[in-house]
């Protein structure tokens, strides 16, 4: 036979701990607080942090201590961390280092500026195997004097990569800088995207800005899908937007050459 | 002001802020009930995650004035026992309510105490904690979750009576039932013991 109170000190026996990641957990689950992870990519190792939310944060891999320091003070989250990237993230990211087509990933961009969210939003309508320059997103969210401001909302930009601040360059046609790891992982990403940086950058020496088709008399960025599709007879190079509007053409309507053309 | 009185008007000021806390403060009788309403320690977990999740999102939607009149106790333990319920009724129809009297109990799983008590009484604990563990699944869910209620989490009838939604005479009657089902059962396994022995 068992007494009650035997009964009873059996059942409060039964309240337990809960396992130690239970509240990190809930915290990273609802966004206030993230998790992060190494990843090693074909431009070196990344650390990415998330959060049930989105993605928080693309970046060249530190030490740990220096990393969730410096994610602290920037985003006021603590980052917890974990073995392995989500399957669904690492692929997405993966897909995106080699140049592989668009891959929907939710985004945690909490705490950044309208702006900025502007910027990132425009940058993530460029497709890929493509460039814009700097002036062209300004003018495109309607604030064309703003292209140093655009500059560094790229330069800011916390989740490189998945937002494709490597597709957007100087307004002279160069490459540009890149937030992660320097400009040569900015030719390396555009590379696989079947760019040829260096080509480019040869093309804008020579003064090359615009394309146009003598056949259709449309004018387009270089690197716009429907400029690549002109054949090398009825292609017309144009130093400036105005000069191909002398000349009777048209803004292409995917690309919009005439967006920053003036401030460019 | 008790911990729980602080834990409301903080929530109700700063909800980000707080929940931490809120989490911290209620996170191991959340996860002991859910933990003797499904047996698993994994599914254990998972169920008290979800049920903060959710219990952030209705906090963030109810807005600092109903948010002061919250009774956290109850309000949580409701929300547990409903994301166990949806889990249990979702198991194979095998696993419910026929777990075995040995399931093991991982180590990490003992009562906080029992460290204190020497090696000799952490393994009698251990082994008493697994046995009741176990004899809690033997009963229908409406008897387990509210003998849970009321002697793993310690909640007052009045308490009890809001999170299972019946009077109070209703859910101390399920209450003496499921113990005195809790007891037949300690009994049989008794009895089971004794004739192995003597076998």
């Not at chain 1, 059996?10 to 990273?28: F, K």
Request: proline content about 6%; some cysteine; aromatic content about 6%.
């Amino acid at each position: 036979m068992t007494t009650d109170d035997e009964m009873e000190t059996g059942l409060a026996a039964l309240l337990i701990e809960a396992p130690r990641s239970l509240a990190p957990g809930v915290l990273a689950e609802v966004g206030l607080a993230d998790w992060y992870a190494r990843f090693d990519s074909p431009i070196g190792p990344l650390v990415v942090a998330w959060n049930g939310l989105g993605v928080v944060a693309v970046e060249a891999a530190e030490d740990e201590v220096a990393f969730e320091a410096a994610h602290l003070a920037r985003n006021g989250r603590p980052a917890y961390p974990v073995e392995h990237l989500p399957d669904r993230l690492a692929t997405a990211i993966d897909h995106r280092v080699r140049g592989g087509r668009r891959v929907r990933i939710d985004l945690d961009l909490r705490g950044h500026t309208d702006f900025e969210r502007d910027v990132w939003a425009k940058a993530l309508e460029i497709p890929r195997g493509e460039v814009r320059p700097y002036g062209w997103i300004a003018a495109e969210i309607g604030r064309p004097k703003a292209v140093r401001a655009v500059g560094t909302a790229l330069g800011n930009n916390p989740v490189p990569l998945i937002v494709p601040c490597h597709r957007v360059i100087r307004s002279d046609g160069t490459i540009g800088q890149y937030s992660l790891g320097g400009p040569a992982n900015k030719r390396s990403i555009l590379a696989a995207e079947g760019l040829d940086p260096d080509f480019l950058e040869t093309a804008a020496r020579s003064g090359l800005r615009y394309v146009g088709s003598d056949t259709t008399h449309i004018v387009c960025l270089p690197t716009c899908h429907a400029a690549q599709r002109i054949t090398p007879a009825h292609r017309v190079p144009f130093r400036s937007f105005g000069g191909a509007v002398t000349a009777g053409y048209r803004a292409c309507r995917e690309c919009r050459p005439s967006s920053g053309a003036v401030a460019a | 002001m008790d911990t729980d009185d602080r834990l409301i008007a903080a929530l109700a000021e700063d909800l980000d802020g707080s929940f931490e806390a809120l989490v911290r403060a209620h996170q191991d009788r959340c996860f002991s009930i859910a933990l003797r309403m499904l047996g698993d320690p994994g599914d254990a977990e998972e169920a008290t995650q979800d049920a903060f999740v959710r219990a952030y999102r209705a906090l963030g939607g109810y807005g600092p004035s109903r948010i002061v009149e919250l009774r956290l106790r109850p309000w949580l333990a409701t929300i547990v026992l409903n994301v166990c319920r949806s889990r249990l009724t979702r198991r194979p129809s095998v696993a419910r309510g026929t777990l075995s009297l040995d399931v093991a109990l991982p180590s990490d799983l003992e009562p906080r105490t029992a460290e204190a008590r020497g090696p000799v009484a952490t393994v009698e604990a251990r082994g008493a904690v697994r046995e009741w563990a176990a004899l809690l699944m033997t009963l229908s869910p409406a008897y387990r979750s509210a003998v849970v209620l009321r002697h793993v989490d310690g909640l007052s009838y009045p308490e009890l009576a809001m999170v299972l939604d019946r009077p109070e005479g209703t859910v101390k009657a399920q209450v003496h039932r499921g113990l005195a089902q809790l007891r037949a059962a300690f009994e049989t396994a008794q009895q089971r013991e004794h004739e192995e022995i003597r076998a």
